[in-house]
């Protein structure tokens, strides 16, 4: 499972920071047009996406170094509370920014309880 959390921070991380980057530079230009609420809208989605994503790939590494004095079961759900969570909220906000319909916005939620899942996981871990 260290290999899991190693690959899927490493991707979260990249994600994180190209999306984050993209929001700063790229996504101004195309959001310059619109009304200043909803510029302010979509640029906050991407900021919100990539500052979650990257929290996650951090914890996914501490998690990866912490693997060996938590219990393996509840490490495994936080692992991938983490992983996928992070993915599913920060995928469908930046998708949303970029176009894609804003019912997606119904399932970033769901994202969002996986990593609540994953913390919850993680406490439940810690060996005594």
């Known amino acids: 499972m260290e290999r899991f959390c190693t690959f899927f921070a490493a991707l979260n991380g990249f994600l994180a920071v190209a999306m984050g980057a ?9 959001v310059a047009s ?16 990539a500052k ?4 996650h ?11 060996p004095q938590l219990a393996p079961g509840p490490a495994t759900v936080a692992a991938h509370g983490f992983a996928w969570g992070a993915l599913v909220f920060s995928l469908t906000l930046y998708a949303m920014a970029l176009g894609a319909p804003r019912w997606l916005g119904a399932i970033t939620p769901i994202g969002g309880l996986g990593l609540l899942a994953g913390w919850a996981a993680l406490a439940w871990a810690v060996k005594n």
């Open 22 to 30: 993209f929001g700063a530079h790229g996504l101004k230009d195309r």
């Open 34 to 49: 619109l009304p200043p609420e909803e510029a302010a809208k979509i640029l906050g989605w991407v900021d919100t996406g």
């Open 52 to 55: 979650y994503q990257l929290t």
């Open 57 to 67: 790939a951090a914890a996914l590494l501490a998690l990866a170094s912490l693997w």
